[in-house]
Nanobody, 119 residues
């Protein structure tokens, strides 16, 4: 299983970024996908979840209405559109999934992509 994030960068407050995660090595269309983030000095928090069917299942309260998670099961990608970005959104963003293997769900993470919101 491999997850590779891209799309991070430096953006001014109020700006937008679109993160992407390219997945391989498993049946992408069968599994939910998640975006997490970790800000400096803080723990990792779940930002958004999308079911295998493409239905968004969860948004962190502080991003609801500003972020949109989506997926393309033909291209094996999951995206996070981030609008109206705030300095508090500064973090490393990670793509994550849990793949079933021998009866257990095994978590897999990407390497992360840095998002910095600053003027």
């Amino acid at each position: 299983v491999q997850l590779v994030e891209s799309g991070g960068g430096l953006v001014q407050p109020g700006g937008s970024l679109r993160l992407s995660c390219a997945a391989s090595g498993f049946t992408f269309s069968a599994y939910a996908m998640k975006w997490y983030r970790q800000a400096p000095g803080k723990g990792r928090e779940l930002v958004a979840t999308i079911y295998s069917t493409g239905v968004a299942a969860y948004y962190l309260d502080v991003v609801r209405g500003r972020f949109t998670i989506s997926r393309d099961n033909r291209e094996n990608t999951v995206s996070l559109q981030m609008n109206s970005l705030e300095p508090e959104d500064t973090a490393v963003y990670y793509c994550e999934t849990e793949v079933r293997s021998r009866g257990s769900l095994i978590p897999y993470w990407g390497q992360g992509t840095q998002v910095t919101v600053s003027s």
